[in-house]
């Protein structure tokens, strides 16, 4: 398969052939189909771990959305496969800058038909890096004065 990678923090992207990625228990092999480019890839290509350890070489890419076509033992893998999902990529292995992606069958989550795989790749980082934007502007806002009728 065709996957970007990255042999070192700050280093240059590149593409390359190599193994399609096997799965484990509790995990499916997804068939990307997008990935948007967020902050914490950024972060990810200048050697921030995230609570992770990666091992370079590494393929980046936090979230994106595929089809699952293979899964692993347990219930949730197997409800997966077939599926059209949204998918986040582990911390400690390769992301979704790759035609297949091997991650944890949490981390995904199947999409309406009415949503499409573009919509999906973007529906799992951005909005809740939206969301903590609004609470920290939130906590940081002076809080309101009171009015005086009068």
């Known amino acids: 398969m065709r996957a970007v990678q990255l042999d070192e923090p700050y280093g240059k992207l ?14 499916v092999l997804i068939r990307m189909a997008a990935a948007p480019f967020n902050p914490s890839d950024l972060g990810a290509m200048m050697g921030a771990t995230y609570g992770g350890v990666r091992k370079f070489p590494f393929t980046p890419g936090i979230e994106g959305s595929g089809t699952v076509v293979e899964s692993g033992a347990g219930f949730l893998p197997r409800f997966l496969k077939g599926r059209r999902v949204a998918c986040s990529a582990m911390l400690s292995g390769d992301g979704t800058y790759a ?20 919509q999906g790749s973007m529906l ?21 004065q009171a009015r005086w009728a009068g």
């Open 124 to 144: 799992l980082v951005n909005p809740l890096s939206a969301l903590a934007i609004f609470e920290i502007a939130r906590w940081s806002a002076p809080p309101q």
């Open 14 to 27: 590149e593409c390359r052939e190599i193994p399609v990625p096997r799965h484990g228990p509790n995990q």
């Open 99 to 118: 035609e297949y992606m091997v991650t944890s069958a949490k981390l995904c989550m199947p999409l309406n038909r009415n949503v499409s795989l573009e």
